[in-house]
């Protein structure tokens, strides 16, 4: 791992290594560590005849409002399970690094909210022209 060196006003070196407390005090091992157990979940998934396909939602192309209110009711589980897995996740990810759930859970529902009309829209037939 790395190491970090700093001077005091007494000219004394001091050496502080993160060492393997890095693995899971940064956001990057953070994102290594989600992405590999998603892969290893889908890998397990796979070896017993199932996949993440259930949860992994997004709308369907549409052309009216009806079809897409129609999609996010036909849906709603899966749309519910994908946003708890997600909170839990980040929720658990976030705290380990110091933030509190407190402060990180409006955000994150918002976050997922506008991630969700941005789907939609892209999703709208009159966006791909």
């Known amino acids: 791992m790395t190491e970090a060196v700093a001077i005091s006003s007494s000219s004394q070196v001091v050496v502080s290594s993160a060492g393997w407390r890095e693995l899971w005090l940064k956001e990057d091992w953070w994102a290594i560590w989600l992405g590999l157990g998603l892969v290893i979940a889908a890998t397990v998934a796979f070896a017993n005849g199932s996949s993440l396909a259930w949860i992994a939602v997004t709308p369907a192309k549409w052309s009216t409002f009806d079809q897409l209110a129609s999609h996010f009711a036909g849906n709603l589980g899966r749309y519910g399970a994908q946003f708890v897995l ?24 918002l976050l997922y909210l506008l991630s969700l009309a941005i789907f939609a829209l892209g999703a709208w037939d009159q966006a791909q022209k």
């Open 86 to 109: 997600w909170l839990v996740l980040f929720t658990g990810a976030t705290s380990v690094l110091g933030w509190k759930a407190r402060a990180f859970v409006p955000a994150f529902i």
